[in-house]
């Protein structure tokens, strides 16, 4: 954890492309926002092996009046419980951030809903079974 998933209507795509938007570069800088963010003791907040940005377009959409013209960007994270209050808001601006910088060009253009939103929860099973974290332990 932290895990991204970004949903947002398929009718994007290529105006993501047409404006420097692409949602390729939207992951990458959606990772490095989060690598960046720092507790109240300046470490770093999520593990660099347990970063995950995941983007989906939905084939089947409706947004706003159903005109076609409209479209959304969602932008979830999940993470697990204990950090604090302060951590919260710097992973919320961090998030905001990045999207806002990155759709800029996209909304000079086209009419869309972005929302940004952080869910922590408290899980009922948490099986860790990959082999990543061990790669970016600083031993």
């Known amino acids: 954890m932290p895990h991204v998933v970004v949903l947002y209507s398929g009718n994007l795509d290529a105006a993501m492309a047409e404006h420097g938007a692409d949602m390729p570069t939207y992951c990458r800088r959606t990772a490095d926002a989060l690598l960046a963010v720092r507790d109240e003791q300046d470490r770093q907040v ?15 959409f409706a947004v706003a009046d159903g005109s076609g013209d409209f479209g959304f960007i969602y932008v979830q994270l999940r993470m697990g419980r204990g950090r604090s209050a302060a951590v919260h808001q710097r992973a919320g601006e961090a998030l905001a951030g990045a999207a806002r910088q990155h759709f800029a060009p996209l909304m000079a253009h086209r009419k869309l809903g972005l929302t940004v939103q952080i869910d922590e929860g408290q899980e009922v099973f948490d099986a860790k079974l990959g082999n990543l974290h061990p790669m970016f332990s600083k031993a």
């Open 46 to 60: 999520f593990p660099t092996g347990g970063v995950r940005v995941l983007a989906y377009p939905a084939a089947h």
